[in-house]
């Protein structure tokens, strides 16, 4: 019995030793489109999620989406599940119901709902240069 524990607890360590670390959203992230960017933290208490647009690019910085510069996409969203928030989005002048889903280290789903009825999903990516 002993040696069955002993095995037991040598292969859940080295299970543990090959799973990655939880990926952190924080970081830059860069639309499908790659005509904006947003600088994402945790906010609040430290778990909420929050991203500020802080680039525009290709065709997308113009005189209309200008004025969204420097203000949240994503406003203290609450983390519902481990790598999963949810909260307001606001895009572009409109506000929506959003889920916020880390789906890799380098990739988030936002899903933003307006009335429940009329949803739009955006993916970003983690941006380098």
């Known amino acids: 019995m002993r040696s069955f524990r002993h095995l037991l607890s040598a292969a859940v360590l080295s299970l543990a030793a090959v799973l990655p670390a939880a990926a952190s959203p924080v970081g ?30 290709n065709g997308a910085d113009n005189a209309e989406n200008l004025p969204y510069l420097n203000t949240l996409l994503i406003d203290h969203a609450r983390q519902t599940r481990p790598n999963q928030w949810k909260g307001e989005l606001h895009i572009y002048g409109q506000r929506a119901a959003g889920t916020i889903t880390q789906v890799s280290a380098d990739q988030i789903t936002l899903r933003g709902c307006v009335a429940l009825v009329i949803c739009k999903t955006y993916q970003m990516y983690r941006y380098t240069e």
Do not use: N
Request: charged share 25%; hydrophobic share 40%.
């Open 28 to 57: 830059m992230w860069e639309i499908e489109m790659r005509d904006s960017r947003y600088d994402v933290t945790l906010c609040g208490d430290g778990t909420q999620l929050c991203a500020e647009l802080v680039w525009l690019g």
